[in-house]
């Protein structure tokens, strides 16, 4: 198919309202998409939402092997969940390895962040009924409730739908559950890059909440099976949280009997200079969802799950899919980790990130434009007066061939190619300051 035919093709038998050009997935090399259609390059600032580790075609997924090994996983789509094979194994191995934390015994894998997210939601539920007595399969447990945070993404699923609260037409006018939503204390950065005042106020006001959730007397007092958060919050304004913040949340979670959930789906997988964001703040949690850049999407989760003797890992079928996750994306996921390792892509990773939060910092200064520049690694954000200032700057990036994304109410985000050179990242700086300056000129 001719690439001018693709997009009005697609508006045939589906909506289309993403980017108005064709990726040419052999043309595309490393921090540059290929447009089929017009021959222009663009600069990629947003990695397919985080998804894309190594950018494309990076020369180490080119190894004969590695393609012996995926052509064979893509011709034969088998239920990994019950059929096993030495693809899978080599995957698991090296997931085990390389992004595994220790002390972390139990996996399930899944194809879907949300779905990932939702599994580790009936884990806890499942530990919490069990762990209250209730270990008949016809027992009501509706009672049980997972405490979340304002601002929050969790994805889209029946269950996550209930703990998303980021913009309405997401999850509006679809039936969702009653669960305790508290404060989320985000903090800002002043120029320097030093925590700003203000979140002490917050952090008083989500701990509230939380007593008043674990309350002697209330509804929730010993019904909540988990405490969910993303260590930082992405769709919802890339916000961060002290370290002191989560390692309160890890106090609540062992005195009153509930799970600690880390949604890392967008934030982990060595995105941020190491395999996970929580391992910055040293505050371990009991269950952890992925996806995204691993690939496979699923989650971890420590011996705390040992608790209960028949918990869903130990149990057959109590979370399962027919796929469990997809073999393609797990002889995909090994490469990608073998390449970062071997490429030591943490280290450059923490090395760029930090030379364009240091460049934005000094635009932030010099324009004007934008405050509240914060980031570690791939996952950098800025913040606006003014959401329409925001989406002006975003348009102006895009049409000057640099994609990169808004989120929250009025920041902008990059999710840096882990292969980002130090030249490109100057090209993605130098693309912000010409776009402010033509805004200033408008």
């Given at each position: 198919m001719q690439a001018q035919r693709v997009l009005d093709e697609l508006a045939r038998h589906q909506l289309v309202d993403g980017y108005p050009l064709v990726v040419d997935l052999e043309k595309s090399e490393g921090s540059w998409i290929h447009d089929a259609a017009s021959g222009e390059r663009y600069l990629d600032g947003f990695t397919c939402f985080a998804s894309m580790p190594l950018g494309y075609n990076h020369p180490g997924m080119r190894e004969p092997e590695f393609l012996k090994s995926l052509t064979n996983a893509a011709l034969c789509n088998v239920s990994n969940a019950d059929l096993y094979s030495r693809e899978m194994a080599q995957f698991v191995d090296t997931f085990a390895t390389h992004a595994t934390?220790?002390?972390?015994?139990?996996?399930?894998?899944?194809?879907?962040?949300?779905?990932?997210?939702?599994?580790?939601?009936k884990a806890a539920f499942d530990w919490k009924a069990r762990l209250l007595g209730r270990n008949n399969f016809e027992d009501d447990v509706n009672d049980l409730v997972i405490v979340h945070f304002k601002q929050a993404f969790h994805g889209r699923t029946g269950y996550t739908m209930s703990v998303t609260n980021t913009?309405?037409?997401?999850?509006?006018?679809?039936?969702?559950?009653?669960?305790?939503?508290?404060?989320?204390?985000?903090?800002?950065f002043d120029a320097d890059g030093n925590m700003m005042p203000g979140f002490e106020?917050?952090?008083?006001?989500?701990?509230?909440?939380?007593?008043a959730v674990f309350a002697e007397g209330s509804p929730t007092q010993n019904k909540v099976a988990a405490i969910l958060i993303e260590p930082m919050q992405g769709e919802g304004g890339d916000?961060?949280?002290?370290t002191e913040f989560l390692a309160k949340l890890r106090e609540y979670a062992d005195k009153h009997q509930c799970l600690l959930i880390f949604d890392e789906v967008q934030t982990g997988f060595f995105g941020s200079g190491k395999p996970w964001?929580?391992?910055?703040?040293?505050?371990?949690?009991?269950?952890?969802?992925?996806?995204?850049?691993?690939?496979?999407?699923?989650?971890?989760?420590?011996?705390?799950?040992?608790e209960i003797e028949h918990n869903v890992f130990r149990r057959s079928s109590r979370i399962n899919s027919t796929w469990g996750g997809n073999l393609v994306d797990m002889v995909r996921s090994r490469r990608y980790m073998e390449l970062i390792v071997e490429d030591g892509l943490c280290d450059h990773i923490l090395?760029?990130?930090?030379?364009?939060?240091?460049?934005?910092?000094?635009?932030?200064?010099?324009?004007?434009?934008?405050?509240?520049?914060?980031?570690?690694?791939s996952l950098i954000a800025v913040t606006f007066e003014?959401?329409?200032?925001?989406?002006?700057?975003?348009r102006d990036m895009f049409n000057?061939?640099?994609?990169?994304?808004?989120?929250?109410?009025?920041?902008?985000?990059?999710?840096?190619?882990?292969?980002?050179?130090r030249e490109e990242s100057d090209k993605l700086l130098n693309a912000v300051e010409a776009s402010t300056q033509r805004m200033a000129a408008v």
């Open positions: 934390p220790e002390g972390y015994c139990h996996h399930f894998w899944i194809a879907g962040g949300g779905l990932a997210v939702a599994n580790a939601m913009i309405p037409d997401k999850v509006g006018l679809f039936p969702k559950f009653n669960w305790p939503r508290i404060t989320n204390p985000a903090i800002e106020t917050t952090e008083a006001q989500a701990i509230a909440e939380l007593d916000n961060h949280f002290r964001l929580w391992q910055h703040h040293g505050v371990a949690p009991d269950v952890v969802a992925f996806g995204k850049k691993a690939q496979v999407c699923g989650i971890y989760a420590n011996g705390r799950m040992d090395d760029i990130g930090q030379h364009v939060i240091d460049g934005m910092r000094s635009l932030a200064k010099s324009t004007g434009a934008f405050h509240n520049v914060r980031g570690v690694g003014h959401a329409e200032a925001r989406d002006s700057l975003v000057h061939k640099v994609i990169v994304l808004p989120c929250g109410e009025r920041s902008m985000r990059f999710r840096l190619p882990l292969v980002m050179t």
